[in-house]
T-cell receptor
Framework: EAAVTQSPRNKVAVTGGKVTLSCNQT?????MYWYRQDTGHGLRLIHY???????EKGDIPDGYKASRPSQENFSLILELATPSQTSVYFC???????????FGKGTRLTVV | GQQVQQSPASLVLQEGENAELQCNFS?????MQWFYQRPGGSLVSLFY???GTKHSGRLTSTTVIKERRSSLHISSSQTTDSGTYLC???????????FGDGTQLVVKP
């Protein structure tokens, strides 16, 4: 069964601190995505990846870095967290043929 | 400009009424997918439907590529259908996925 697992599910961070959100997929998909979801903005793409070693900027990459060390893992890194990055973050994976995309359950991040 | 436009932005129904949700896209299509999300919940895939019509219980999805639109029909709505419905488009370039802003559905008893 297709699976995308995010960790942690909830995180409270202090302003200026470093935060790493992790995502693991067992679908053997080449493509992985990080979105944030805020009221009034829907889902916005932060970074995405075509495969191990690749990261691409999405629509709102500022303040975020991404890392794809392997096919299975895709991390989102906030080097200096700010309160404006308080949001729900979703990771997803999909293959190159444009078939179904699978989402993780989300990570609720609060920066205080 | 926005690649995917959803309408209506919000919809309130009485239980038992039908709903028609629309998704229009401005780019060429590789795939189209409809998702359901409860408040604070994760995204659940309803349909992967790049073309044609698919049925699942009270739900029907129809994608017409040449008209650049996809619809989601909910028949005999129930209070448990309340939530947000999102369409997502995988365009032909770069494997990027574009989301609409969603339709907020409320079904009243």
């Amino acid at each position: 069964e297709a699976a995308v697992t995010q960790s942690p599910r909830n995180k409270v961070a202090v302003t200026g601190g470093k935060v790493t959100l992790s995502c693991n997929q067992t679908n053997n998909h080449n493509n992985m995505y990080w979105y944030r979801q805020d009221t009034g903005h829907g889902l916005r793409l932060i970074h995405y990846s075509y495969g191990a070693g690749s990261t691409e900027k999405g629509d709102i990459p500022d303040g975020y870095k991404a890392s794809r060390p392997s096919q299975e893992n895709f991390s989102l890194i906030l080097e200096l967290a700010t309160p404006s990055q308080t949001s729900v973050y979703f990771c997803a994976s999909g293959d190159d043929r444009g078939t179904e995309v699978f989402f993780g359950k989300g990570t609720r991040l609060t920066v205080v | 400009g926005q690649q995917v436009q959803q309408s209506p932005a919000s919809l309130v129904l009485q239980e038992g009424e039908n709903a028609e949700l629309q998704c229009n896209f401005s780019t060429s299509l590789n795939s189209m997918q409809w998702f359901y999300q409860r408040p604070g919940g994760s995204l659940v895939s309803l349909f992967y439907n790049p073309s044609g019509t698919k049925h699942s219980g009270r739900l029907t999805s129809t994608t017409v590529i040449k008209e650049r639109r996809s619809s989601l029909h909910i028949s005999s709505s129930q209070t448990t259908d309340s939530g947000t419905y999102l369409c997502a488009l995988d365009g032909n370039s770069n494997n990027r996925i574009f989301f609409g802003d969603g339709t907020q559905l409320v079904v009243k008893p």
